[in-house]
Antibody, heavy 119, light 107 residues
């Protein structure tokens, strides 16, 4: 069965960086794109960007350009998102989700990772 | 970026009611419109893709329609498990965007 399993909760200080992982199983890792979507407490869903696990190409939302980096490790079927220069507004649950193509819906999601930014 | 606007933002209804949620795109997105249900503390769940195709395992009381800029999600007879937050999302542009959500509450 398809699973996207994310790393555990993180607490970071303002200005620090955080790296969250998403390990895929149950399908061929390189045949689906992985996206990152975040949700601040009590707020809606916000798309951050996409990575193609096959070649590693990425595309980021304008809002996160320069602060976000998405990478993948094909040997472990894992995708990572790193967000730098953290501020309190980055406190959110971060989800990974897969799509078959760059215009497909999100059919499977990770369980979410809470990142708390606090001094 | 393509803006997605949902209405209403919140809705109170009773079990057995028929409810409709609307989503409008700031430009034509053809049928690249998807709907998700989210319950507290959980990841979103895909309900409808391509504006009107029902995801496997989703009950047939849930349906979607529309194309271009205007879309609707309809639940024909609300069940207790349907009370949740619903989001539309466009996949026409490579820069995906979501609506702000509709919170469906029990009256």
């Amino acid at each position: 069965q398809v699973q996207l399993v994310q790393s555990g909760a993180e607490v970071k200080k303002p200005g620090a960086s955080v790296k969250v992982s998403c390990q895929a199983s149950g399908y061929t890792f390189t045949t689906y794109y992985i996206h990152w979507v975040r949700q601040a407490p009590g707020q809606g869903l916000e798309w951050m960007g996409i990575i193609n696990p096959s070649g590693g190409s990425t595309s980021y939302a304008q809002k996160f350009q320069g602060r976000v980096t998405m990478t993948r490790d094909t040997s472990t079927s894992t995708v990572y998102v790193e967000l730098s220069s953290l501020r309190s507004e980055d406190t959110a649950v971060y989800f990974c989700a897969r799509t078959y193509s760059s215009s497909s819906p999100f059919d499977y999601w990770g369980q979410g990772t809470l990142v708390t930014v606090s001094s | 970026d393509i803006q997605m606007t949902q209405s209403p933002s919140s809705l109170s209804a009773s079990v057995g009611d028929r409810v409709t949620i609307t989503c409008r795109a700031s430009q034509s997105i053809s049928s690249y419109l998807n709907w998700y249900q989210q319950k507290p503390g959980k990841a979103p769940k895909l309900l409808i893709y391509g504006a009107s195709s029902l995801q496997s395992g989703v009950p047939s009381r849930i349906s979607g329609s529309g194309s271009g800029t205007d879309f609707t999600l309809t639940i024909s007879s609300l069940q207790p498990e349907d009370f949740a937050t619903y989001y539309c999302q466009q996949s026409y542009s490579s820069m995906y965007t979501f609506g702000q959500g509709t919170n469906l509450e029990i009256k």
